[in-house]
């Protein structure tokens, strides 16, 4: 439910992106409208359907969703050679399909969502069941996500799912609510834009390095970086999400609190 409200809180394409998602579908002969793709393939999708191949090297599911959204509904279940294969597209944006003779490099700029139940059966650390999993099986389930991939996704949310917080109430956004975030979304893209010609997510580490940030916002970050031993790539990307998270507080500088909320994004990771 949260996937397909994301896609509908997505921009619509610019006339060149729509062009580019409009050859890609073409190649697979399926028709595509103006709006950005959403693509959510079953966790029994092959290899081949998600980095695309086959006799004539066609797009895969990661390249249909170029500019839009991909989502991986349990990804747990996914085949382990399908989760791995994610790794190289989101760090370049593009998937290299190579053959004897031939070789395609498909665009694969997409934003991945996906869910993972905490075991098999769900209920392990829930309220709501006892888990009857073994904690070894737990451990195999849950390690099928490879620490490379999880650090390769720069947001992590965990759903506690208890009876009571679900509702009518909880679960249902009104119009306003949903033009207000779309809004402040397409603000935060816009000062992007205006400020270096491209969205937070597409700057280099250099570049985000430049981004103005408060003396004690740096410290509190270099403190949390070496407490939870970050990754080179996982500290530029607490500092783009913080500088995102600034621009939708239409903040000029980085502060204290921004990088506390990044950091909390990442602390499943």
Known sequence: MLSQI????????????LIEIAKIHSLCSESCDAQAPYRAPHHSASLQSIIGGGPNLTPGEITLAHHGILFLDELPEFN?????????PLESHQIVIARADQKFIYPANFQLIATANPCPCGYFGT??????CPLHIVQKYQNKISGPLLDRIDLHLNMQCEMQSVSLFSTTTSNKEHETAKHAIMSARDHQIAQNSKLNSQLSSAEIANSPIADYAQQALNTAANRLQLSARSYFSTLKIARTIADLDHSELILTQHISEALYYRKAA
């Open 6 to 17: 994301a896609a509908n809180l997505q921009p619509k394409p610019t006339l060149t992106e």
């Open 80 to 88: 382990r050679q399908v989760i791995e294969s994610l790794r190289q």
């Open 127 to 132: 309220n709501i069941k006892t888990c009857k």
